[in-house]
């Protein structure tokens, strides 16, 4: 099934937040989700994957968001983020930097690179799912031709286990809460 | 920049929840653009039965798009007729098709937009929604016009509508298009303009099924509603509590709308001297403003209070102007100095909306500046240091820190998403199970935490280390970093005070929609009235496209 962007926003921000996430990170995830799914990356995927793990060590939400909150020291030198979880997590948030400095960025391992202005990503290689040490680079690159996609066709199992952890931000409903969390007051059908 | 209105005067929750639509408001800019642009309005098909039942397609064709209404006609029972967001069924549906539908493309619409929420919909759609008609007036309309009557036109004024919307969802909702798809034409750059389209046509829509239902009735006996009937029909809209979160939740959305509007106010305020066409149009449309003022009814307590203000307000306003020479230098000026002082927050607003009008040309550009094009102001700053925050913080929320944040009155509220639903409710944490689900949506008593960590550490510190330490205050540092790039980012209220009301947040959305008549319900939602005088899709000229809003004085 496509989803519209806005829906996958929406669904990755309770997601995460269901998952143990802080609100702010959550709307960090959300932003990060939309923006790989509309590189025609399945972001959902991803961040179902990331999200299995909670927020502990090499959580790729937690070292985006600090190399976001850190890009201007990029322009110093190179940053070590030792090992990271789901690499590709860590792209919407090179991006992110990349548009705050007005540069392109690249991340590095192993066996692949990536690289964003921003707003196009080249990825040459594969990232793989765990990497020892990704480094992050302001490099001089051309990036031309973005094209984005305008949906997202998610794994179904993916957006499955995304509902199942924006649940659990949802409030059971009670009989109290029927009666006045909405407010009924005066008639509605008149 | 004119002097513009200061924040802590303008963002209070009380005064937000007294806003009134004006030149700039999202129906207005939609009917202007369309009739400056000479749009074309046809109805390609009406395949709707006896018993009401059916559809019917709407098209609009501007410049360079057509927009099409699909309606779907039901036949619903009387007990299923609810305005609440918990309803299944309703007594019409609709989308707005981008283009002109295809046979195939209704015939997959069927399966979907009677069904609301439940359903799907694809990128060809820009809104999905639903009404329910007002049963009172329906069935009086209906018998009337099939006997060769009008309807009585005191039970038109008393309701004002024959059908409500109960929603009516957009950017990407329901797998519709995301807002981005449309953003960049100019006919659907400012707000809400498709779903204000959508409204436009479902109110021809109600006006010819009424015509139908009268016709299937009566026979040969039916007449047609007459065209000033028809004109003085809006469309009711009920809005609850799903809506009140929207304008926390859009910080720099909200800034753009509350800044061209207090810009505008300043430009016309900064007027040195009023020609005597300006004075003239100013006095008309108080007079008009005065009949609308009179057939605005509610039977909700505070709306009453605050209508019975409005009324000594207008009281005031006609005899302070009967001795106030308006072509003495900067007349809107001091006329609103004096409101400041002389009238309820009610009668400043729409004070201050009325004098926009005669300037259509120093304020109508400002509608241009009501979208969010910023996408990036939602990037932390990680360099900024702390001191700096903690500054920006106090700007906003310096009255927030000294409140006792553990106080019952000051946080009994808590807002939370039903599992029901998935829409916003507002409970009491004190006596619901619902802290535990709490939706950011107290910004002041989320600064107020921020502050008080801010301020262990140093001031020259970088707050990427700061939130390094606390991401639990991630969101609130975002939001203190906005309200330093646009000054009306934040409601200076407490938005989970015991006594808070929510219709305020309401009203502060839908009087830039441009929506009249607000009629609270209950402290949480509200009906209004939209397109209410206005021309219908075919007689829509620029003679008439503006000032539609304001009723016709006879004399």
Redesign the interface.
Known sequence: MSFSLNEVEAMAKRAARGAGHTWGQAEEASKATRWLCAQGVDGVSVLAEVLKHGPSQGCPLGLGVALSDEAAALVEGPKQLGRVRQPEMVLPFAAMAARQLGKVVQLSCDTAKATTDGCALLVTGTLPDDVENLTISVVTADLHGATHATRAIPSTEAWSFLSELAHLTYAPATEESRRLGAGAGLSDND | MANRRPAETVMHLSRLGSLHQCRLSFMRQLTRRMAREHWTFSRGVFDINDAGVGHAVYTAQGPDHAYSLVAFSHDLP?EM?????IATAWDATFTLFDGVPTEDDIARLEKNIPLQEAG?V??SELSVSRA?R???LWDHFVERLSQGHQPDIEKVEAVGYLMRTTAVYG???L???????IANRPEMHAPFQAEMLSVFLTRWFVRDLVNHMAKARGGEKAVPLTSDIAGRLGIGN?T??GMAPYIINHPVLFNNWMAAREEAIARVRSVAKADDDKIAEFKSVLARSLKSIERWTS??PIQIDKLAALSQDMDHLQSHLSNTDLSDPTPWGSLMVWAAGALSEEGQELLASLILEPYGELVDDLGATMADETP?A??????MPVGNVRALIEDTFGWALSLDWSEEQNCAGAW?????K??P????RF????A??EQ?LAPARDAAAAHHDLSQWASEAE??TF??KH????????RAQISNRVPYSEIRSNTIAADML?IDMLRAKLSFFGATHFD??????VRICMYSGAPYPSELTSANADMWVYPEVTA
Do not use: C, M
């Not at chain 2, 007729?81 to 967001?85: A, L, M």
């Not at chain 2, 939370?416 to 029901?420: A, L, Q």
């Not at chain 2, 991401?471 to 975002?478: F, Q």
């Open positions: 009387p007729r609810s305005d609440r967001v799907r694809t990128q329910n007002s049963v009172r950017s990407g909702k797998g519709a298009a995301d807002r981005e798809i009920s609850g509590l039977e909700h990036d939602f990037i932390i700053d990680g360099t939370y998403v039903s599992e029901e998935l829409e409710r507002l409970g009491n006596e619901e199970p619902i535990d689900f950011p707050v990427s939130l390094a991401p639990e205050h991630r969101h609130t540092i975002r929510p609270p319900r209950s402290d949480r939602w």
